[in-house]
């Protein structure tokens, strides 16, 4: 069976995906999905422009968890987030 990943309300197949993704939010939205906690110099590292946070946020694909630190719409907080915070 597949593992399948919702971003910006569709469905999709991870693997596939990241042949077609070429729209900065698809990216981000993936990228969202992969690491637990996402930083701006995350995004500038994959030549995503940092607007497309704020744009993100508007429509609800990713939440601010603290100053610098975003994560996926509907993840639950780690336990080490205190952690992540600090570094």
Do not use: W
Not at 21 to 42: E, G, I, M, T, W
Not at 50 to 78: C, D, F, N
């Amino acid at each position: 069976m597949r593992n399948f990943t919702k971003c910006r309300g569709l469905y999709i197949i991870p693997d596939v995906f990241e042949k077609i993704a070429s729209h900065p939010l698809d990216s981000l939205c993936q990228l969202a999905q992969s690491v637990r906690v996402l930083r701006p110099r995350d995004l500038a590292a994959r030549s995503i422009p940092r607007q497309y946070l704020r744009i993100a946020r508007e429509r609800g694909l990713i939440q601010k968890v603290g100053r610098g630190l975003y994560t996926a719409t509907g993840t639950e907080p780690s336990p080490a987030g205190g952690v992540v915070e600090a570094a």
